[in-house]
């Protein structure tokens, strides 16, 4: 028997920046799929709010316009026009407490006129500056208190600090307003089928669990690769760079969620302990161990995807001289029992020759004596990839005979891929966790502990790369797989990083 549907609990979702591209491009296609799916209730309701010149009329109106062009599937004009009526707008300053009054208003005139109960999920989409800001003004506006069983819910947009003392600075101060379980730090990375499997991949299958550990797995390879450059972001881009921008947020995830022990149950804090622990296990280098474990890159002129494409420093709002980093690469351990001597490898970075994002798990080799009659020289090793983007699935590569009277043997690829197996479901990667974030499950969503942890390991690499300026940047081709160094990070173990094409 299958469990009903369960419906995400009445309220009005109040985006703060929906005058921007996140809301137009993400968060208004997410929730009509969401419509689609029926998992959204008769009872909600849209606040936007942002210093645009737009008000409620003009704001339905850009968003029909929007729709058109960034809906990943089908919008009838039915969902559309109930949703339509459902959109509202206020303009104002996000650190101007009459803002605060507006929404304070307008929430209430839409819960009577909607019928819509006092439950309010607020999305900030707004700049890190805001975010601090924005707490304190729903606090002192009252609207962030919950009372006579309503719920009031905030969820962050990354980056969450750029340090770990601005990160642990801005969790003292949201929780001066709220809460840790109302508060719902995203990682979109999360919403994505593969990211969610992996749980349901290791806990859910008796045949990997028992293998997932020291005695059977050389080593863990975790890219997060883009074959496009920093684009109009440059300004964000070049006072933030690869490490701050995916390591400590997106990457880390990965890493936690592969590594983790078994939770007790799928509860919320249940497995965000378990991945807190997984964090607070990787060895925080020294200064003179981050010379050797993680290595960075910027990239020149180079030709990706036929075209030829222009230096990082060439590009729009970044310094004619900049030393940020477009490429990162670390060696991490994890000073645990299960992990204890396996390497986890990470690399990020942007213009590099492929784009995929990807955990890569690759097993010890077996042992050889049972070959050493035979024309087979060397044993292919057995390797796991969980792939996240573009595609989403699942691969294993293993050894077999290649028929004929002669003992050879040959890689085999087994592969999984969602669409293949369940259809394509349209998605955006934000569907998950909106929905989440409705009916309360932080499962999917970063804790204190764990973005204090992640910024813990960060901290050391940071605080070098900031005594000693690269230098030889440029020092990567756009369109290549990074720098020499990075190879170099593998090479001196013996290893070489998966070549994805």
């Given amino acids: 028997m299958e469990t009903p549907i369960r419906k995400a609990e009445p309220c009005v979702m109040v985006i703060f920046g929906a005058g921007g591209d996140l809301t137009k491009r993400k968060l208004i296609p997410a929730l009509c799929n969401l419509i689609t799916s029926k998992l959204l209730p008769e009872q909600f309701a849209v606040i936007g709010v942002g210093n645009n010149d737009l008000n409620t009329e003009t704001f339905r109106a850009q968003l029909s316009d929007d729709i058109k062009k960034f809906a990943s599937c089908p919008v009838t004009p039915e969902l559309w026009d109930w949703f339509r009526k459902r959109l509202y707008f206020i303009r104002g300053d996000f650190d101007n407490p009459a803002t605060y009054q507006l929404l304070k208003d307008q929430t209430a005139a839409v819960q009577k006129e909607l019928n819509v109960p006092a439950n309010h999920l607020y999305y900030l989409a707004v700049a890190p500056r805001f975010f601090?800001?924005?707490?304190?003004?729903?606090?002192?506006?009252?609207?962030?208190?919950?009372?006579?069983?309503?719920?009031?819910?905030?969820?962050?947009?990354?980056?969450?600090?750029?340090?770990?003392?601005?990160?642990?600075?801005?969790?003292?101060?949201?929780?001066?307003?709220?809460?840790?379980?109302?508060?719902?730090?995203?990682?979109?990375?999360?919403?994505?089928?593969?990211?969610?499997?992996?749980?349901?991949?290791?806990?859910?299958?008796?045949i990997f669990e028992p293998i997932w550990n020291r005695r059977y797995i050389d080593h863990v390879q975790i890219t997060a690769a883009e074959t496009v450059g920093v684009e109009l972001r440059g300004g964000y881009y070049d006072t933030a760079g690869a490490l701050r921008d995916m390591v400590p947020n997106h990457l880390f995830q990965l890493v936690s969620l592969t590594a983790m022990e078994p939770p007790i149950s799928f509860q919320a804090d249940a497995v965000r302990d378990e991945q807190a622990k997984a964090l607070h296990a990787i060895q925080v280098p020294t200064p003179e161990e981050v010379l050797t474990i993680a290595v960075r890159g910027q990239y020149g002129e180079g030709i990706v995807d036929g075209a030829r494409v222009a230096a990082y420093?060439?590009?729009?709002?970044?310094?004619?001289?900049?030393?940020?980093?477009?490429?990162?690469?670390?060696?991490?351990?994890?000073?645990?029992?299960?992990?204890?001597?396996?390497?986890?490898?990470?690399?990020?970075?942007?213009?590099?020759?492929?784009?995929?994002?990807?955990?890569?798990?690759?097993?010890?080799?077996?042992?050889?004596q049972l070959f050493r009659d035979t024309p087979v020289e060397a044993l292919e090793t057995n390797r796991l990839v969980l792939h996240i983007q573009p595609e989403e699935g699942l691969s294993l590569r293993f050894g077999a005979k290649v028929p004929g009277p002669i003992m050879h043997m040959g890689p085999v690829e087994m592969k999984f891929n969602y669409v293949d197996y369940f259809g394509r479901t349209p998605s955006t990667g934000y569907e998950r966790l909106i929905y989440?974030?409705?009916?309360?499950?932080?499962?999917?969503?970063?804790?204190?502990?764990?973005?204090?942890?992640?910024?813990?390991?960060?901290?050391?690499?940071?605080?070098?790369?900031?005594?000693?300026?690269?230098?030889?940047?440029?020092?990567?081709?756009?369109?290549?797989?990074?720098?020499?160094?990075?190879?170099?990070?593998?090479?001196?173990d013996g290893r070489h990083w998966r070549v994805i094409t």
């Fill in 132 to 206: 601090g800001k924005v707490v304190q003004q729903l606090g002192a506006a009252g609207l962030a208190q919950e009372e006579n069983g309503h719920w009031r819910r905030v969820v962050i947009e990354k980056p969450f600090g750029r340090d770990l003392e601005s990160a642990k600075a801005l969790n003292a101060e949201i929780k001066k307003v709220l809460a840790e379980n109302q508060i719902y730090r995203i990682d979109h990375y999360l919403g994505k089928e593969t990211v969610q499997n992996i749980m349901i991949f290791r806990f859910g299958n008796g």
């Fill in 313 to 368: 420093r060439a590009e729009p709002n970044v310094t004619p001289d900049s030393s940020t980093e477009t490429f990162a690469g670390l060696k991490l351990k994890i000073d645990n029992w299960r992990w204890a001597d396996v390497p986890f490898y990470l690399r990020t970075g942007k213009s590099l020759a492929a784009r995929a994002t990807e955990i890569a798990i690759q097993f010890k080799r077996a042992p050889f």
């Fill in 436 to 492: 989440d974030g409705m009916i309360g499950d932080a499962t999917l969503f970063q804790r204190a502990d764990m973005v204090e942890a992640g910024w813990s390991v960060i901290n050391p690499i940071l605080d070098v790369w900031k005594a000693l300026p690269p230098r030889a940047f440029p020092n990567y081709a756009a369109g290549s797989w990074g720098p020499k160094e990075a190879d170099d990070l593998l090479a001196r």
